[in-house]
């Protein structure tokens, strides 16, 4: 069993900065692929950013390019998502979410999530 636990959301202005942080338990951690998705209200959970198992391969929506970073400690089975230049428009529920598939089947393509996270909220403010 994989089990997922958010945290580091909260208030933000925009232009600011915030890390996210996931932290997930179970011996299998290494071996799957990582990834942030967010919900906005009234709109539907996207893709934000994904890693695989070794780290060495990341990807990102087009909406958060440049601005966010995803990373992973497997010493420390932790995940984190380094928020920059943040927007208005970022706000929402943050998931973390595991899978063992490939991060790149994960960012390209619709599949059900074998694990997720409760979600941390992020509001970034004007």
């Known amino acids: 069993q994989v089990q997922l636990v958010e945290s580091g959301g909260g208030l933000v202005q925009a232009g600011g900065s915030l890390t996210l942080s996931c932290a997930a338990s179970?011996?299998?951690?290494?071996?799957?692929?990582m990834a942030w998705f967010r919900q906005a209200p009234g709109k539907e959970r996207e893709f934000v950013a994904a890693?695989?198992?070794?780290?060495?391969?990341?990807y990102y929506a087009d909406s958060v390019k440049g601005r966010f970073t995803i990373s992973r400690d497997n010493a420390k089975t932790t995940v984190y998502l380094q928020m920059s230049s943040v927007k208005i428009e970022d706000t929402g529920v943050y998931y973390c979410a595991a899978d063992p598939a490939s991060a790149s089947l994960i960012a390209t393509t619709k599949i059900d999530i074998e694990y997720w996270g409760k979600g941390t909220l992020v509001t970034v403010s004007s």
């Open positions: 179970g011996r299998t951690f290494t071996y799957y692929a």
């Open positions: 890693v695989s198992w070794s780290g060495g391969m990341k």
